[in-house]
């Protein structure tokens, strides 16, 4: 471990170098009349996802609310931590975010003098296993929730190298996450022109096509969840998917699963194991998550496979989907939960657009979905090394040159 000086979070705001602060709570809190279309962001646990802020989805308070907030206000190059109920999450609002507040769930992390103390070192050092584990031995309980007070968090440590290895470290790992980020970036501008040609050649002309129950067109499964007592039918080589899974994704490839189960699990799955290409449909708790399995797999009950045929191909399908998830919605019944059950979704009526069509649609769009897949892959990749190098840097066992040179070949 190098020699760096590790004050607590408390020493640092003591000495000025550090602001940490969170939303208001009681009276200062913005009421439910306050939320609006527009205004300041007002940024939640929720909105904060794979190091980053959500702003085009963040609720907004009004100027009647913003006025009477005291403390949680955001400003440029904070980091954020969640702090109640998801307990650990950690967002860079970058260089030029919209003017937001904190909610009471979210913290921020302020660097008060950039010339000791680097705001992305701050980002990276909360999420490194040191700091998580700081974090954790301080979480307790209120309202049912976890919860890590101001009090409990300025007592935490940070490690303080020197500012150039702080900017050293920050601009390795940095860039990974700048790849990773320009990576979702180009997926997204991807994926919304999959769905702008698929509107455009499909949408319009419907009426005039045949229509047949889905279940008459591909095959559609669901699947079981294999004794969990069982050990023998657990962490073999099989992937076995859970809507979990598909919550979790940035975008339609479904790459890993969390679990994995042997030929035995598998004998207990009367769907088997389902090909890649399949289209996963999530029937219950939540209805609705989408995606396309790049690997071969099994199902959890929470799905509904459907397994293309030769009239319409998957790329079709998953886009068929996420432009019917309304009527999927209604389809739904349940007492103890809504769910969509096969019975009730294989009646479901499907156009069939003409043959020639559907190819002249599938060729730029399978061009673009394979680089969809292609940067999935690689921020994968890029991820499970920043992840590797940043506790190595963190605490010293990797020098900052060798980090460099690792970086440097895989961006």
Not at 334 to 353: D, H
Not at 356 to 372: D, F, N, R, T
Request: aromatic letters at 8%; a neutral charge.
């Amino acid at each position: 471990m190098p020699e760096w000086d590790r004050p607590t979070i408390q020493a640092l705001q003591d000495a000025g170098l550090l602001l940490v602060e969170d939303g208001n709570h009681g009276e200062y809190r913005p009421r439910r009349d306050e939320f609006t279309v527009d205004g300041v962001a007002f940024v939640r646990a929720a909105d904060m996802d794979s190091g980053r802020v959500n702003f085009s989805s963040v609720s907004h308070i009004n100027a009647a609310a913003f006025q009477r907030i005291r403390k949680g206000i955001g400003r440029p190059l904070d980091v954020l931590l969640s702090h109640k109920g998801t307990v650990g999450k950690v967002a860079w609002v970058g260089k030029s975010p919209p003017p937001f507040v904190c909610s009471p769930q979210t913290t921020f992390y302020r660097s008060l003098d950039l010339d000791s103390l680097d705001p992305r070192f701050i980002y990276f050092y909360l999420q490194s296993p040191e700091f998580v584990s700081q974090l954790g031995s301080r979480k307790g309980e209120t309202d049912m929730a976890d919860y890590v007070s101001l009090t409990e968090q300025r007592r935490l440590h940070i490690p303080l190298p020197p500012l150039p290895e702080q900017r050293a470290i920050a601009n390795i790992l940095g860039a990974l996450d700048d790849k990773i980020e320009a990576n979702r970036r180009l997926v997204q501008l991807l994926l919304s022109h999959i769905a702008e040609t698929w509107r455009l050649h499909f949408e319009s002309n419907r009426a005039e096509w045949p229509e047949r129950p889905i279940g008459e067109v591909v095959r559609v499964v669901g699947g079981s969840t294999p004794r969990t007592t069982v050990e023998a039918f657990w962490d073999g080589d099989i992937a076995w998917a859970a809507p979990r899974d598909l919550s979790r994704l940035p975008s339609a490839p479904l790459l890993a699963t969390e679990r994995r189960i042997t030929k035995l699990g598998l004998r207990q799955i009367s769907s088997g194991l389902l090909p890649r290409g399949t289209v996963l449909l999530s029937s219950r708790a939540p209805i609705g998550y989408l995606a396309i399995a790049e690997i071969p797999l099994a199902v959890n009950q929470g799905f509904i496979g459907l397994v293309p045929g030769e009239r319409l191909p998957g790329l079709y399908l998953w886009q068929w989907l996420s432009h019917h998830v309304d009527e999927i919605l209604s389809r739904a019944n349940g007492t103890t939960f809504l769910e969509v059950s096969k019975a009730n979704f294989r009646p479901m009526p499907i156009s069939l657009p003409p043959a020639k069509l559907v190819e002249m649609w599938l060729e730029p769009a399978e061009s673009m979905y394979a680089a969809i897949v292609g940067r999935e892959v690689e921020s994968n990749a890029l991820g499970q090394l920043r992840d590797v190098l940043l506790p190595k840097l963190l605490s010293g066992e990797l020098r900052v040159r060798e980090a460099e040179s690792l970086v440097g070949e895989a961006v």
